[in-house]
Nanobody, 114 residues
Framework: QVQLVESGGGLVQAGGSLRLSCAAS????????MGWYRQAPGKERDLVAA?????ITYYPDSDRFTISRDNAKNTAYLQMNSLKPEDTANYYC??????????WGQGTQVTVSS
């Protein structure tokens, strides 16, 4: 019902910045919250940041990252600053629709060189 497409990943030097985008399509009106997760090889997929449809944000452990949404464009963003090599991972966007489950994007690779 909801489709997500991530973009903006790539190779960046340590200390640099990237902005990831997550474009939602389909039945986007159901979305109550969106989030960014990341998963490095051999590791679990962990929440980086989340944002509700009202703009409330949550950061478990990412003081260098900022999540935002443009509801008119049905797009969520993850601004990543002061990137470190340990930030290297595949970054996934997800969207939650209460009663309908969660949707995941395909992911976008972020590689930070030391």
């Amino acid at each position: 019902q909801v489709q997500l497409v991530e973009s903006g990943g790539g190779l960046v030097q340590a200390g640099g910045s990237l902005r990831l985008s997550c474009a939602a399509s389909g039945d986007t009106s159901c979305i109550s919250a969106m989030g960014w997760y990341r998963q490095a090889p051999g590791k679990e997929r962990d929440l980086v940041a989340a944002i509700t449809s009202g703009g409330i944000t949550y950061y478990p452990d990412s003081d260098r990252f900022t999540i935002s949404r443009d509801n008119a464009k049905n797009t969520a963003y993850l601004q990543m600053n002061s990137l470190k090599p340990e930030d290297t991972a595949n970054y996934y966007c997800n969207a939650e629709c209460p009663g309908l489950g969660m949707t995941w994007g395909q992911g976008t690779q972020v590689t930070v060189s030391s």
